[in-house]
């Protein structure tokens, strides 16, 4: 850590004339004071990490000039060392020339090695870009948020969290001279938090939310619905007779059933969907960018699996299932309503089957029927990267995912449409490749992450058309991944990420 004899703060003072500068330091009373008009110009940088002057040296205005500003520095000096924070000073590129014990053991880093090392180095990579702009807008502004949470790289911790607390130091002249921090590791009271909050919205039974957050988050997912268009779906589930089952094997044999139910209904939804328990055996699931063509699936995967699954003791269950799709502008208490209405028509007809709202049905055909060239994508010149390779490849993709709608729209053959994706997929693949090659090449610092979400894009393209090629999803829904999730939220929103500093760099 700093060598505390050696530590000095930069800052300035003010003397004017022969005014004297009073100390704190116990003087003897019969210390002559003897004015000395030549004080150091105010405008120069004071670096007090000098000593005192010697006992019985002439006790000059310039002297005390010096001890006081010795007990400045002495007392920033004991206060930065003995704080139980972590401290530190950063240059306005982000360089740290200053580091107090705390903060070089936040940071799982020795002193010497921290001291000099910059801010960039110690973020986390996906935050390393944001941090950079953060700072060079606060040192050329000096217009910033004082308080904020930042990732860091800890060498005992590995990825902490941190709140981080800061000042910008500034010369008389008003000029930012370098900036002050504090940094306090709040990774185990997120962690607590994030505890407590997954307590409080999870039913303890069974793992899933509960009613209060599904609802919470469901009324998010139209919310979105509405500003962006995408379809969501409500599925509603009953495990038929279920009184019967605790009634015959016991409330035990009951919860293991509703758990067991559970893991089934996880094992048929996507990550992004959203199940919860409605209240004893109702389950509710949400079902973002899925039609209810789609929801119907999902709902019958789910209920054959049920139908088919023998749980412990022997029990044997069924389940009725109703499903609707969002309305435009709806609320989520009408859209719940739907589907309990058709969860009732498939108990009241029997039982053991999905029912989809009929209404809804008919809007999605019609909306199907009306695809139109209209919808074709059209790329513009904001969409450049300045790669010319990546460029190329993405006006490719463009087309292509262009071509597909044409096949749609014109009624061709689900065989043709089929090879057209398996073309467009395998051309997904090839550019990820190439772009993951030029950003490592670039050394674009989130190569890796990018990467990853290449991988998982792909992944996803190809288990969804495996699915397409069972029958088991229809063209609009394949197409819609490809279209928003792979080309427009990826390649025109992510990708922004390092085409702004291919832009940076290359300016």
């Known amino acids: ?67 006081a500003c010795f007990e400045e520095s002495e007392r920033f000096r004991l206060g930065f060392e003995a704080a139980n924070i972590g401290i530190g000073l950063i240059d306005l590129e982000g360089n740290i020339f200053e580091a107090n014990k705390c903060l070089a053991d936040t940071l799982g880093m020795p002193g010497r090695e921290l001291k000099g090392t910059n801010l960039m180095e110690i973020c986390a990579p996906e935050e ?104 969501v779906s409500l599925v509603m589930i009953d495990l038929d007779r279920f009184k019967a089952v605790n009634d015959t094997y016991g409330h035990s044999a009951g919860d293991r059933v509703l758990s067991g139910f559970c893991d089934i209904a996880r094992g048929c939804l996507r990550s992004v969907d959203i199940l919860g328990r409605w209240g004893g055996e109702e389950f509710v699931a949400l079902l973002p960018q899925t039609t209810l063509v789609e929801a119907r699936n999902v709902a019958e995967r789910l209920r054959t699996k049920v139908e088919a699954t023998e749980f412990d003791g022997g029990i044997c269950i069924t389940a009725s299932i109703g499903a609707a799709l969002h309305r435009e502008d709806e609320q989520f208490a009408s859209l719940i309503e739907r589907a309990d209405a058709c969860l009732y028509s498939a108990k009241r007809d029997g039982r053991n089957q999905v029912m989809i709202d009929g209404e809804d049905a008919a809007r999605e055909i019609a909306r199907e029927g009306c695809l139109s060239p209209m919808l074709a994508l059209h790329w513009k010149p904001a969409y450049e990267s300045g790669n010319s390779v990546i460029d190329t490849e993405h006006r490719a ?12 729209t014109s009624g061709q053959e689900d065989s043709e449409i089929l090879d057209s994706i398996h073309t467009l997929v395998a051309r997904v693949g090839e550019h990820f490749r190439d772009e993951e090659n030029i950003l490592r090449s670039a050394g674009y610092p989130d190569a890796k992450s990018h990467g990853q979400m290449h991988r998982q894009l792909f992944e996803e393209a190809g288990r969804l058309t495996r699915q397409f090629e069972r029958g088991e999803k229809s063209e609009g829904g394949l197409l819609r991944f490809l279209v928003h999730d792979v080309i427009a939220k990826h390649m025109l929103q992510a990708d922004r990420n390092f085409i702004s500093w291919f832009q940076a760099k290359h300016d």
């Open 128 to 231: 390393r870009l944001l941090a950079l702009a953060d700072l060079q807008l606060a040192a050329r502004t000096g217009k910033f948020e004082a308080v904020f949470e930042r990732h860091f790289l800890s060498e005992r911790e590995g990825l902490l969290l941190a709140q981080v607390t800061r000042g910008l130091v500034r010369n008389v002249d008003g000029q930012p001279m370098y900036f002050i921090f504090t940094v306090r590791d709040i990774t185990r009271e997120k962690l607590k938090e994030a505890l407590l909050e997954q307590q409080a919205s999870t039913d303890p039974l069974t793992g899933v939310v509960n009613r209060a957050r599904i609802q919470e988050r469901s009324e998010f997912e139209l919310m979105r619905s509405d500003r962006y268009g995408n379809p």
């Open 1 to 67: 850590m700093s060598n505390l004899s050696s530590f000095s703060l930069p800052f300035k003072t003010k003397a004017q004339g022969a005014t004297f500068v009073q100390s704190t330091i116990n003087r003897r009373e019969s210390m002559n004071l003897k004015p000395v008009e030549d004080v150091a110009d105010s405008n120069s940088l004071i670096k007090p990490g000098f000593d005192a002057p010697e006992e019985g040296a002439a006790t000059t205005e310039r002297n005390l000039h010096t001890i």
């Open 397 to 408: 993709l463009f087309q292509m995912a262009n071509t597909i709608i044409a096949e749609i």
